[in-house]
């Protein structure tokens, strides 16, 4: 039964099944297989995340087979997201997500930065926003992938903000531009992403659409 539920949390989330068995080892099954996250700020980010992906600018969206804008599954709990990238796409990944400029054009997530760095991921936080709960994202990714994600931006002509600490004003206006945004959709955004192996068959293209709401 345990190897069932593991295999079918893997098919949904697209994590390693060694991954999916430990998660109900250490969680069991009291919040569901695959969980939504609880917090509206953690909804909030997570679909900021999907949003760029599904909607870059500055560079063309991610789409290797058997992805989801460049993503091969996701490490879903409650109050925490780890991103998986395909193999030998973590850079590309990054580089879609973490904000720059060109001019007056913002591109990627705005005030998105990166946090602690182990072997093996790379964390991402939000630039101190008021009124708003910390939310816990991380990406399957390395330092040497965080230094391709910048070359990347350059040789497109895009500036990194997320080196700075600091959030600009315009990263502050475009935050709040995409919050309101999201606010009726936010959900659907961040079920699609705890859940990527639902979609990367279908390809689904959301450059103007939403996810669909999931039952």
Same mark, same amino acid.
Do not use: N
């Given at each position: 039964?345990?190897?069932?539920?593991?295999?079918?949390?893997?098919?949904?989330?697209?994590?390693?099944?060694?991954?999916?068995?430990?998660?109900?080892?250490?969680?069991?099954?009291?919040?569901?297989?695959?969980?939504?996250?609880?917090?509206?700020?953690?909804?909030?980010?997570? =679909? /900021?995340? @999907?949003?760029? $992906?599904?909607?870059?600018?500055?560079?063309?969206? %991610?789409?290797? +087979?058997?992805? #989801?804008?460049?993503?091969?599954?996701?490490?879903?709990?409650?109050?925490?997201?780890?991103?998986?990238?395909?193999?030998?796409?973590? =850079? /590309?990944? @990054?580089?879609? $997500?973490?904000?720059?400029?060109?001019?007056?054009? %913002?591109?990627? +997530?705005?005030? #998105?930065?990166?946090?602690?760095?182990?072997?093996?991921?790379?964390?991402?936080?939000?630039?101190?926003?008021?009124?708003?709960?910390?939310?816990?994202?991380?990406?399957?990714?390395?330092?040497?992938?965080?230094?391709?994600?910048?070359?990347?931006?350059?040789?497109?002509?895009?500036?990194?903000?997320?080196?700075?600490?600091?959030?600009?004003?315009?990263?502050?206006?475009?935050?709040?531009?995409?919050?309101?945004?999201?606010?009726?959709?936010?959900?659907?955004?961040?079920?699609?992403?705890?859940?990527?192996?639902?979609?990367?068959?279908?390809?689904?293209?959301?450059?103007?659409?939403?996810?669909?709401?999931?039952?």
């Amino acid at each position: 039964m345990a190897s069932s539920r593991a295999k079918l949390r893997a098919s949904v989330t697209g994590e390693p099944y060694s991954l999916a068995a430990a998660w109900i080892a250490d969680h069991g099954l009291g919040d569901g297989l695959v969980p939504d996250a609880q917090l509206p700020a953690q909804q909030l980010a997570e =679909a /900021a995340l @999907l949003i760029t $992906l599904a909607r870059p600018q500055g560079l063309p969206v %991610l789409s290797p +087979a058997g992805t #989801l804008y460049g993503l091969a599954g996701t490490e879903p709990s409650i109050d925490r997201l780890t991103l998986r990238p395909s193999d030998g796409h973590a =850079a /590309a990944v @990054l580089a879609r $997500l973490l904000p720059a400029h060109s001019g007056d054009r %913002l591109t990627g +997530a705005p005030l #998105l930065r990166t946090g602690k760095i182990t072997k093996t991921c790379v964390g991402l936080r939000l630039s101190a926003v008021s009124g708003m709960d910390a939310v816990h994202l991380a990406i399957r990714a390395t330092r040497a992938h965080r230094r391709q994600a910048e070359q990347l931006q350059g040789e497109v002509g895009l500036t990194p903000l997320w080196t700075s600490p600091e959030a600009t004003d315009a990263e502050l206006r475009a935050w709040r531009d995409l919050a309101r945004t999201l606010a009726a959709s936010m959900d659907r955004w961040s079920q699609a992403l705890r859940r990527p192996a639902l979609f990367v068959s279908a390809h689904p293209d959301w450059s103007t659409s939403t996810p669909a709401e999931m039952t």
